[in-house]
C-alpha cells in the first residue's frame, strides 16, 4: 500500500512539474500577449463550446458582448460566403481576395479603386484589449440573415470606407483644384476605422477649400509602398503638388527593411519635395497608445510597448532629421498630453484614439486644428 501511494505522489509531483515547465515556456513565447496561461485558454476553449449561450435578453439588447470564439466560429462560413472579413483577429480564411482592400502593383501594394466598404468595430472582450475586433464587407453586399442579426447584435457605429478611381480614399468634401496636398503613409494616414469624411484629409479639406487634398494612405503598408504611392502621386498629379503631409507610424521603425530607419526615410523625401518643387512639408509622428500612456494599456512589462526605449530614440532621430531638413514636426503625443490636460483625467489621451494606434474623429479633428493653427 505504502509503495503505491508512495507511486502516485511521484506521478503527481513529476506531472506537475512538467506541467509547471510546459507552462513557462508558453508564457515565455507569449510575452507579448495579455493572457500567457495555457491552462487559463484551455479552460476559456472548454467553457466557451460546452456552456451554453444564455440567449437574447430584449431588455438588454445593446450591451451584448462576445467573451469567446464560439460566436464567430458558428459563422464562419457564412461570414466567407458574404466576404465578411474580420479584423484585428487570427481568422485568415476571411482574408480573401473580395474582402482585401488592397492589391499589388510592381512589387508595390496599392489599395483597390472603387471601394465601398462598411465597417463596425464589435463589441468582442478577446484577443487584444486596446485593438477591438472589426467586421468589414460591401457597402451594398446582400448579408445573410444570420449574419445581419450578428452585425447588428454585436456591432456598434458603422463607417463608409471609399476610394476613387486611383485607390484613392475618398476625401470630403469634393474640391477640384491643380493645387493640391498629398496625405500619405499607412492606415493611419488613410483613416482606418474612421468615415470618409472624418479622415485627416477630409479634416484638412473642410478648412482649406482653394486646395485639394489628396489622401494616398495604405493600409498595411510599409515604408517602399509609401515611397512608391508618393512616385505615383507626383507622375499623377506632375508639378502640382505643393504641400506634403506624411505620417510616419511609429511601426515604419523597421531596420531590415528598406526605408525602415529615420535616415532612409527622411533622405528620400529631401529628394522628393525637392525635384517635384514641393513647398511645404510636414512629418507626423503617429506612436502606439502603449508609448503615450504606458501607466494605463501596458501589462506585465513587455506588453505592447517594450520596445519603448528604441523607438524613443529613433523618434528623436526621426524629429533632428525633419527639423534639419526643414520639414515641420509634429508628435501626436503632444495632442494627447494636451487632451489630458484639458480633460484633467488621464483617460483623455485615450480620446484622440478608435483603437491601439488608428485616430479617432476627436483625434483627426484635433490634429486638423492644430495644424491649420500654426501654419
Known sequence: MKGKLLALLTIIISTTI?????????????????????????????????????????????SYTITGSRAFDELLDQFEADGVALGNSYYEQLRTERASMNSEIDGCKVQKPHL????????????????????????????HEDVRAFLDRYGTRRIRHRTNENGERLTLPL?????????AGDSVANGANVSDHETLASRLQARDPQRQYVNIGIGGADTPDILCALDRAADQYPGQITELVYVY???????????????????????????????????????YIYNIVPHLTRFRGGYRG??????????????DLATEAGFRYVDMTDLAMAEIESTRTQL????????????????TERLADYLTSRQ
Not at 517594450?306 to 524629429?319: K, M
Open 18 to 62: 512538467s506541467w509547471a515547465v510546459v507552462e513557462g515556456i508558453y508564457a515565455m513565447s507569449r510575452s507579448d500577449k495579455l493572457q500567457t496561461s495555457l491552462s487559463w485558454e484551455i479552460y476559456h476553449w472548454l467553457q466557451d463550446r460546452f456552456i451554453p449561450d444564455s440567449g437574447p435578453d430584449a431588455r438588454n439588447l445593446h
Open 116 to 143: 465601398d466598404k462598411e465597417m463596425t468595430f464589435l463589441r468582442a472582450g478577446l484577443y487584444e484589449p486596446f485593438a477591438p475586433v472589426s467586421a468589414f464587407y460591401d457597402y451594398d453586399a446582400p448579408l
Open 175 to 183: 474640391v477640384q483644384s491643380d493645387a493640391r496636398v498629398i496625405v
Open 249 to 287: 507610424c511609429e511601426n515604419d521603425f523597421k531596420d531590415d527593411r528598406d526605408g525602415g530607419t529615420p535616415e532612409e526615410a527622411i533622405g528620400w523625401l529631401r529628394e522628393y519635395v525637392k525635384q517635384n518643387g514641393i513647398r511645404k512639408t510636414t512629418i507626423i509622428y503617429a506612436p
Open 306 to 319: 517594450g520596445s519603448y526605449a528604441t523607438d524613443n530614440e529613433e523618434r528623436n532621430r526621426l524629429e
Open 348 to 363: 483623455g489621451a485615450l480620446s484622440l484614439f478608435i483603437d491601439h494606434i488608428h485616430w479617432s474623429p476627436v483625434g
